[in-house]
């Protein structure tokens, strides 16, 4: 059977990703997948964060994501954003309008993720998670419905990270403000269906994006059931899916795409 699905089915959609420093990430992956289906891309990135990790990238990555989205034929803007300011989402939209018209995608990808447990965490370290994982998620998703043309196609993406599955006892901020997350997906996808805007989140579960150590591989790999680890295209496959007019019956949806993940 001829396989007849249109390659270039985002031709003339305009996607913003956050959240996307490194070659090696998810957020990379999804403005590449994105970019193959036709999307212009702007994507956002903040180094301060991306330079606390061990797995950082190069500095010259975002540049390179650039170059590497534009060998897709489409157009690809980045500014580095620091989401954690109340106005940075207004400030986005006003950016991309400028450079590529009102977006029709929005992928919340960006987060905001260290270790703590009920004997370390402080009201700090729960609203850095705050600040990023759910306010900035939740003021950038209500800035691109309002901007939203009537009579188009909109898609809302949220990144989950499987908290309703099971506890993260060492990641409390992290799993208390992703887990909204998905409050906030369900709840807004009824909201704002009238619209034509779906929303939905993706659980991409354990994937490698250079934070894995060979031992963490080893370990991670045999709980899945194909053997292997997620990788990030595994995602970007998901999301481009359902940014696509192939997935505009789903909405209010968190899907765990993490390859039969054994907890």
Not at 117 to 135: A, G, Q
């Amino acid at each position: 059977m001829t396989n007849t699905r249109n390659l270039r089915d985002l031709n003339g959609k305009i996607a913003i990703v956050t959240g996307a420093s490194r070659l090696k990430g998810i957020g990379a992956s999804i403005c590449l997948e994105l970019a193959k289906r036709g999307a212009d891309i702007f994507f956002t990135y903040w180094t301060p964060y991306d330079n606390s990790f061990p797995w950082r990238g190069h500095q010259t990555e975002p540049a390179r994501l650039v170059e590497l989205v534009e060998k897709q034929g489409v157009k690809c803007y980045s500014l580095e954003l620091d989401l954690s300011d109340p106005s940075s989402p207004k400030h986005l939209l006003d950016v991309v309008h400028n450079n590529l018209g009102n977006p029709h995608i929005l992928v919340n990808n960006a987060c905001y993720s260290t270790s703590d447990s009920y004997e370390t965490l402080s009201h700090s370290t729960l609203d850095s998670h705050y600040e990023i994982n759910v306010r900035a998620t939740t003021l950038l998703s209500l800035e691109f419905i309002k901007r939203f043309e009537a009579g188009g196609s909109g898609r809302i993406i949220n990144l989950s990270s499987g908290q309703s599955l099971g506890p993260m006892t060492d990641e409390l901020s992290y799993a208390i403000t992703k887990g909204a997350v998905e409050t906030l997906t369900y709840t807004l996808a009824a909201a704002v269906a009238h619209k034509g805007i779906t929303v939905n989140a993706v659980n991409p579960g354990p994937t490698d994006t250079g934070w894995m150590s060979e031992d963490d591989k080893l370990n991670l790999a045999s709980r899945f059931p194909k053997g292997r680890i997620g990788e990030p295209k595994d995602a970007a496959n998901l999301v481009s899916f359902l940014a696509s007019e192939e997935g505009a019956w789903v909405t209010g949806q968190i899907i765990h795409s993490e390859g039969g993940f054994r907890r």
